[in-house]
């Protein structure tokens, strides 16, 4: 006889799925779909093995809810919103979802500066105005250097479109690193030399608050600050601070949480985390996820992060 299915409280609609794929993800558990997260039924609680879940507070409270879980896995990179301490102490293993994003990361990052250097946005307002004001100007990429912080897939893929595009590169990384054509410095160096400062790493108690108001003041005023990595990686209120006083160029980031309190920048472009959707990696992610949740709902540890 075979064994039951493990139940599983999946935080998304159904729909969210690739039709063709949902079918592999239904033969190996038994769902429990829940947009936000929650359960009307206690019985139904009770009975979770397995919890899919994206970016959403995870924390003991939740956790303690689900006396039967015995795994998470976060539909994306990220795990950090999961309380990795309840699950170690409750024998809760965590997995995550690494490398499904492709080159749309890297491509989103560098669209982003694209738009800031060359005032994208600021132009088409203006095209769109009766009356055309004094606009900024822009400056090539070619000759300029780009500053990659983490040298990983999404930091060597921005790395090669800025080399195409005849920049010279420069980066840093938690270890010694060789990428033909570029050079690897300290993070003061990294701030000093680059015309555009990328922020490919990930959000670790190293990184959070890595760019403050002093490595703000060492790059230059002309320069541009990327981010398509945790919002925590930036000081906001030292980065408005800059801003105002124009000691940098511009920013542009691909904001994961709230964006309200980069709304009024001056100089900046925002996309609300959609650096990785494309239909490419939409399907590589759910690829993905379904595969270690199959896994996991035998007994594997496909991605375990905790």
Known sequence: MNAPLPTALVSMAADEIPADLLPMLEERIKPIW???????????????????TANATIDADYLSRLPALRAVITTGTAYDYVDLAYCRDHGVKVHNTPGYTGSSVAEHAFALLLTAVRHVVTYDAAARRDEPGEEPIAFELAGRTAGIIGLGDVGGRIARFAQAFDMRVVFTNRSAKHFEGAEQVDLHSLLERSDAVFLTVPLTPETDGLIGAEELAVMKPSAFLVNVSSDELVDVPALRKALNAGLLGGAAFDVIGDTSPYRDLARTVLTPVKAWYTTETVRRRAATWIETVRDVAAGGDRNRVG
Do not use: F, K, R
Request: proline letters at 11%.
């Open 34 to 52: 829940s947009p936000d997260g929650v359960i009307s039924n206690p019985d139904e609680s009770n009975d979770v093995e397995l919890l899919i």
